[in-house]
Nanobody, 120 residues
Framework: QVQLVESGGGLVQPGGSLRLSCAASRSLFRFNAMDWSRQAPGKERELVARITSGESTNYADSVKGRFTISRDYAKNTLYLQMNSLKPEDTAVYYC??????????????WGQGTQVTVSE
């Protein structure tokens, strides 16, 4: 069983920065893709940023140019650097990893979430 543990959330003023971390209990080489999503109160969960095993990345339009997803294989950790934060970025942020088995079934793993609040 894989465990993902997020950290780095908190309260920040508009225009500020935060870096979220997601520590995995196994090597990141295991996963085909990893991503960060978020869910604000009363809204559906939204995919924010994704990185594949080939290091290809993609971002939601709302965060392009402000957020950067990356990973450190030596530390088994996924990151989300968030700059120029806006109040609308306020949400619980979740780390997700997926592994495609040889029989094409996919295993999904989720972290517990970390709260990000952007406010004066």
């Amino acid at each position: 069983q894989v465990q993902l543990v997020e950290s780095g959330g908190g309260l920040v003023q508009p225009g500020g920065s935060l870096r979220l971390s997601c520590a995995a209990s196994r090597s990141l080489f295991r996963f085909n893709a990893m991503d960060w999503s978020r869910q604000a109160p009363g809204k559906e969960r939204e995919l924010v940023a994704r990185i594949t095993s080939g290091e290809s990345t993609n971002y939601a339009d709302s965060v392009k140019g402000r957020f950067t997803i990356s990973r450190d294989y030596a530390k088994n950790t996924l990151y989300l650097q968030m700059n120029s934060l806006k109040p609308e970025d306020t949400a619980v942020y979740y780390c997700h990893a997926q592994f495609v088995q040889r029989d094409a079934t996919t295993d999904h793993y989720w972290g517990q979430g970390t709260q990000v609040t952007v406010s004066e």
